[in-house]
Every structure is written in C-alpha cells, then in structure tokens.
T-cell receptor, first 112, second 113 residues
Framework: DAGVIQSPRHEVTEMGQEVTLRCKPISGHNSLFWYRQTMMRGLELLIYFNNNVPIDDSGMPEDRFSAKMPNASFSTLKIQPSEPRDSAVYFC??????????FGPGTRLTVT | QQQVKQSPQSLIVQKGGISIINCAYENTAFDYFPWYQQFPGKGPALLIAIRPDVSEKKEGRFTISFNKSAKQFSLHIMDSQPGDSATYFCAAYSGGGADGLTFGKGTHLIIQP
C-alpha cells in the first residue's frame, strides 16, 4: 500500500526561479496538508485541504506561495519567485476524517 | 501563540531506561492527540494516538498517558533502545484531525548504549 508520494525529493534552484512541489496523497484520504520544516521554526502548517477545497491558508508565508488541489489524488505547492529564506524541507501529509496524518518523505528545497 | 507546549527540548536516556516526554495544551476543543516520530532525513511518522475519553493507551513499549483535567499528556518509552533515538513531536487536533492542527516544537531523544 503506497504512502504519500512527493516529488521531487531534492530541488536546488536559484533565487527568483519558480519552484513547484508535487504531492499524491494516500488513496481514500480526504484531507491534505502542506508543512514546512526548518531548524529555526520547526514544523509549520502552511495550508490544508478538505475534499480538495482549501480550508485554511493562514500559514502561507506570503503571496509568493500558492497551493492547488485539482483532484483528490494530486496537489501542488508553488513558490514564485523563490528566495533563499524559502530553503527548507516541505512535507505533504494526508488523513481520513477522524484519523492521524501520514507524512510523505518530504522535498528538500535549497534556494541559492 | 503556542497552543501545545512540549518538553524537554532534548533528552538523553540510557539504554533500557524510561524516556518521558510531556506536552500541555490550552484549547479544550482538541479531541485527538497523536505522537509522531521523526528520523533524520525522513518525514514524521504517526507513532501512537489517544482521544480524551481514555486516560492511557499502550502499544508495545510506547504508552500515552492523558490527564484531561490538567490538559496534559505524555509519551513514555519503556526499555528505551538506541533505535528509538529520534525527534518526537506531540500534536493536538480538533474536528477529527482536519481542523485546529497544532504541533509541539519537538524533543530530540538520544538513547545511549
């Protein structure tokens, strides 16, 4: 049974470039979450979706960040333009209602 | 505003000992309390979880103790092993896990052989 799938696993890009992170949640899960993890700030919730609808995006740092979930099996997190301070590990997680969240392996983003 | 306070920030335990990590929360709407284990380079993995209608849940060497009146819960790792060395996060959710998501800051646990 496949877990949450994220791609790419590593991304190195230059400041000002657009970055797109991808996530495939576990089949049957109706909630999807995007997190960012850094040493300084720990694990931060950026945005989450229920049934493909964005519910709370108050954690999105600024307008440079956007997320979409066009269907139940796919979501993207886009950063445009990227900045060095966006360097972090980005996790996607999914859950059923009344259940724990299952995290993907993460995407390590480095912006130079 | 930190809604879930986790302590200690780091912990060193001898092999075979008991590791204890504590969390406290303020929001009484929280109704699901999971613990996550994270190894370097990996995503957090759901370890064990409890709902507030029980005071304790045990799975193998891992036990959650829950004190609803004090708004506190803790993770106990019995017979701690070097393979348990990881970062542990407590979390508290409301709305069945889809709302009110809050993680503690994490505890870096080292089990010395």
């Amino acid at each position: 049974d496949a877990g949450v799938i994220q791609s790419p696993r590593h991304e190195v890009t230059e400041m000002g470039q657009e970055v797109t992170l991808r996530c495939k949640p576990i089949s049957g899960h109706n909630s999807l979450f995007w997190y960012r993890q850094t040493m300084m700030r720990g694990l931060e919730l950026l945005i989450y979706f229920n049934n493909n609808v964005p519910i709370d995006d108050s954690g999105m740092p600024e307008d440079r960040f956007s997320a979409k979930m066009p269907n139940a099996s796919f979501s993207t997190l886009k950063i445009q333009p990227s900045e060095p301070r966006d360097s972090a590990v980005y996790f996607c997680a999914s859950s059923r209602r009344h259940g724990g969240q299952y995290f993907g392996p993460g995407t390590r983003l480095t912006v130079t | 505003q930190q809604q879930v306070k986790q302590s200690p920030q780091s912990l060193i335990v001898q092999k075979g000992g008991i590791s204890i990590i504590n969390c406290a929360y303020e929001n009484t709407a929280f109704d699901y309390f999971p613990w996550y284990q994270q190894f370097p380079g990996k995503g957090p993995a759901l370890l064990i979880a409890i709902r507030p209608d029980v005071s304790e849940k045990k799975e193998g060497r891992f036990t959650i103790s829950f004190n609803k009146s004090a708004k506190q819960f803790s993770l106990h790792i019995m017979d701690s092993q070097p393979g348990d060395s990881a970062t542990y996060f407590c979390a508290a959710y409301s709305g069945g896990g889809a709302d009110g998501l809050t993680f503690g800051k994490g505890t870096h646990l080292i089990i010395q052989p």
